[in-house]
């Protein structure tokens, strides 16, 4: 059971007030209830235009179990040269004897343009120490990003969101240097890459990856990027050397040099998907074989067929994340290190130029 | 950058958290059973949300009732929406019941298995691939060398190109003569390595936890042994009576149902030494030489190290509660032990000297389940002042439930212009330091059944050295005579749980 807890506001304040305000707020909480525990996970910062601040606050609220433990929204607003914040606490737990609440913690401060540059100024005394801090800034303000990589172990990022994938990656790459990333557009993959992993693994068809030939992915028309990602993940761990993808009639096209083969890859926009992401994906090999799979009801269609013409269908079974289902895995992944994201950043600029 | 060469892993899994699992068909025998409706197809349906089930899976459900598989759709899919820890989405639910079916009919019946094997044959040669096999034991303990035996005379118990594995729930035997029998049938058609022997507590997140706290922390380990360790407390309390249980409490009682399997389990886990891998076997073989270092109590050490109670009426959160000789089912003469403490020994090296207090019991004060570590006090007290409240031993506990986190009590100095001591908590708690909370015990049990990780089952010989534990305490307790003590509803338990503390031990409050 989640309850919205003690409320806090203040126009044209300072960092050190809204501070002062959220440990008073916790220190009152305690003396009321002192089942409340603080929850001390996660840091995250979100920069947002101040025109879509309920939209990422509702975005926010909706990401399932995984909720950082502070959250502190910049909002952005042309103009505005004073600082405005709204502190407010929940906390979540059943009232049960011995049972512990947990308490998080949101501050949604109103900034201007000019604040920007110099954002960790505003953030730092803000911030829980000694936790991971992960940004986010859905609607761009680099400079802003860029101000926070000293305080922030990990920044969040969608390559699909970004109209140019190849300057997304060139990004993606650069914040990788100073920040571990956290790529929305890579976990929406996930499911593709576990069911494309597991179709490959029963040594008969482990067999069959040194001889995949071709490659074609279909996705949302606005989510090249995370076309070229799955194209960009099987080069890095079959170790093939992908060259560049050029495009024609809206489809992007490529090759890659395998040990014995060269890759067949095909980028296709399809209309009919409506979520950010993939739509499909086929791979075929040398020998006949071909795997596709697509989007269905209750899971991933799976189709097979193999060097023989034999055909076999069936379902992967699992639910759709949503959108805030993807946000709230990208938050979990903050705690964790893929190791081979950066492998697949590197392979993904070689194909686009990046 | 992997190249792909033969005989080369799976390039594609570096990286993914949920690594395949070869296509499996799940049998369930007790199919329309209370665990299986409550705990085992909830948990099969989550492990679908989240598509950590195998690429392929079929579930085949084995009861007597004799029903269409529509009907059991039916009644798995009113299950899973009434115990799933999540909505169920109405289209991965459609679809996972789509591979849903149904065989009735009684476990002595040989065409029961007949039909079975028809079942599974169709749904490898629809896949045309060999599945593996997971016969899941959810009915009564009596039923269950009866069916390993037919799957053996059915040709069901192993295959070419693919695992048969068997989950056995507990309790396995009443007793070591029952559980070296049933280990003995068991193992005279399957393998070890196919049986997997569930303890649900072994699933929990902070069971397991205490491996990462004790092999994870380089500040524990020097300090835990008899050198820096006075005494240690198990305790698994319920707030809770027997409920509609009676039937099976009954002839159980505290010892059986509680201490010979998860609380010898706790205590392995904190005893152990280091294993050289976090394989199953290696983890195993150190829980059971830790349980083998426990002396198994004599008749005459029964009255000295253990005692037994029973609960009277009393009160339990502010409302009149009935003794359990009232409880609906329960024999007026029944001498069945609500309550149960022990002092065990592990003699060995590490441990020699130190005692081990277990207690369990319904109808007690609170619910917690912990392990309290006493430290051995300070050798020189130099702050003997008055006022002090006390300098007292440090104590670590562990607590599993209902609050999953680690606690450290430290003497701190009171403000003021005087050295006084007090102790004061460093507390950890699981729920403030991370994300989410654990998955259900069952979810990560039958993943793991599926991937063929036996670590977090119990062997056959750990079976039998709990039980070797046990025994003799339940043949002692059958020879003595006198009335059992009792102890109110709502309290510490019986008085007498005292008598086995070594001087100067003390019970932690419940």
Redesign the interface.
């Known amino acids: 059971m989640v309850e919205a807890g003690a409320v806090w506001s203040a126009q044209d304040t300072t960092p050190g007030e809204i501070d002062g305000a959220l440990r008073g707020l916790l220190k009152e909480q305690y003396e009321k209830d002192a089942a409340c525990a603080p929850a001390r996970v996660l840091n995250l910062v979100v920069i947002v235009d101040r025109e879509w601040r309920g939209e990422i606050l509702n975005r926010l609220e909706r990401v399932g179990r995984y909720h950082p433990s502070r959250t502190v929204l910049c909002a952005v607003e042309p103009g505005r040269t004073t600082i405005d914040a709204t502190v407010a606490l929940t906390t979540e737990g059943e009232d049960r004897a011995g049972d512990l609440k947990l308490t998080r913690e949101r501050c949604v401060v109103d900034i201007g343009p000019k604040h920007l540059r110099n954002l960790d100024t505003i953030v730092d005394p803000l911030v829980v120490s000694d936790i991971a801090t992960l940004v986010w800034s859905p609607h761009g303000h680099p400079e802003a990003v860029d101000s926070l990589l000293h305080l922030a172990q990990v920044v969040l990022v969608d390559l699909v969101e970004e109209p140019d994938p190849a300057a997304a990656v060139r990004r993606a790459l650069e914040l990788g240097a100073s920040a571990y990333v956290v790529d929305l557009a890579w976990l929406r993959s996930t499911p593709w890459r576990e069911r494309v992993a597991a179709s490959f693994d029963p040594p008969r068809w482990r067999e069959e990856l040194g001889r995949i030939d071709s490659v074609t992915v279909r996705h949302r028309p606005d989510s090249g990027a995370a076309g070229v990602l799955f194209c960009s993940w099987l080069a890095a761990r079959l170790g093939w050397r992908p060259g560049s993808l050029m495009r024609a009639n809206g489809t992007l096209h490529g090759s890659a040099s395998g040990r014995r083969q060269h890759v067949d890859l095909r980028l296709v926009p399809d209309q009919s998907q409506a979520v950010p992401g993939l739509a499909g994906v086929e791979i075929g090999s040398a020998s006949g074989m071909r795997l596709s799979l697509d989007r269905g009801p209750g899971g991933l269609s799976a189709r097979r067929v193999d060097a023989r013409g034999r055909e076999s269908s069936w379902t992967v079974l699992g639910a759709s994340r949503g959108e805030a289902g993807i946000l709230g895995e990208g938050i979990r992944q903050a705690l964790l290190r893929d190791p081979v994201y950066r492998d697949v950043l590197d392979e993904a600029a070689l194909m686009l130029g990046a | 950058?992997?190249?792909?060469?033969?005989e080369?892993v799976?390039?594609?899994?570096?990286?993914?958290?949920?690594l395949?699992?070869?296509p499996t068909t799940l049998v369930i025998f007790g199919g329309t059973g209370d665990l299986a409706h409550r705990k085992l197809l909830p948990a099969i349906y989550n492990l679908?949300?989240?598509?950590a089930?195998?690429?392929?899976?079929d579930l085949i459900a084995v009861s007597r009732a004799d029903i269409p598989h529509d009907n059991y759709r039916s009644m798995a899919r009113e299950s899973i929406t009434k115990y799933s820890r999540r909505k169920p989405?109405p289209?991965?639910?459609?679809?996972?019941l789509d591979r849903v079916r149904y065989v009735p009919g009684t476990f002595d019946d040989d065409s029961v298995f007949d039909r079975l094997g028809d079942q599974l044959k169709d749904f490898d040669d629809e896949?045309?691939?060999a599945f593996n096999r997971i016969f899941y034991l959810s009915t009564a303990p009596k039923f269950f060398p009866l069916i390993i035996r037919k799957l053996g005379d059915h040709g069901l118990e192993r295959r070419k190109d693919a695992e048969v594995r068997v989950v056995i729930e507990k309790p396995f035997g009443t007793s070591l003569a029952e559980a070296q029998q049933l280990n003995r049938e068991v193992l005279s058609v399957l393998d070890e390595k196919q049986v997997f022997r569930i303890d649900h507590y072994l699933g929990k997140e902070t069971v397991q936890n205490m491996l990462a706290f004790r092999f994870a922390n380089g500040m524990f380990e020097p300090i835990w042994s008899r050198n820096f360790i006075d005494y240690v407390q198990i305790t698994s309390a319920e707030d809770l009576g027997i409920g509609r249980r009676a039937g099976y409490y009954d002839s159980a009682g505290a010892l059986r149902d509680l201490v010979q399997n998860h609380m010898l389990q706790l205590l392995s886990l904190l005893c152990m030494e280091p294993p050289v891998t976090f394989t199953a076997d290696e983890v195993r073989d150190e829980k059971v030489k830790v349980l083998h270092a426990v002396k198994a109590p004599t008749p005459e050490d029964v009255a000295e190290i253990t005692v037994r109670g029973q609960y009277t009426a009393g009160m339990a959160?502010g409302a009149d509660v009935p003794g359990y000789l009232q409880e609906e089912g329960v024999p007026p003469d029944s001498r069945t032990e609500t309550y149960v403490a022990l002092r065990l020994k592990v003699d060995n090296w590490r441990w020699a000297g130190v005692p081990f207090y277990l207690r369990t019991g319904k109808r007690l004060a609170?619910?917690?389940t912990e392990i309290a570590v006493t430290l051995k006090p300070v050798p020189h007290l130099a702050f003997k002042a008055a006022g002090s409240v006390g300098v007292q031993p440090n104590q670590l506990i562990m607590t599993m439930q209902?609050?999953e986190g680690v606690s450290l009590s430290l003497g701190a100095k009171i403000p003021g212009t005087r050295m006084r001591i007090r102790p004061v908590n460093m507390e950890f708690?699981y729920?403030?330091?991370?994300?989410?909370?654990s998955p259900e015990a069952y979810e990560r049990l039958i993943l793991d059944a599926m991937r063929g990780d036996a670590t977090l089952f119990t062997r056959n010989d750990e079976v039998e050295a709990q039980w070797r534990i046990c025994d003799p305490i339940l043949q002692g307790w059958a020879h003595q005579d006198g009335a059992l003590p009792t102890y109110p509803a709502g309290s510490q338990g019986p008085e007498d749980a005292n008598r086995i503390l070594v001087p100067d031990d003390h019970w932690r409050a419940i």
């Open positions: 950058m992997a190249t792909v060469t033969q080369q799976n390039p594609l899994v570096e990286g993914l958290e949920r395949p699992v070869h679908a949300h989240e598509g089930l195998p690429e392929r899976f989405d289209q991965v639910l459609e679809k996972l896949a045309g691939i959160e609170r619910k917690v209902p609050n708690l729920g403030t330091a991370f994300l989410s909370q």
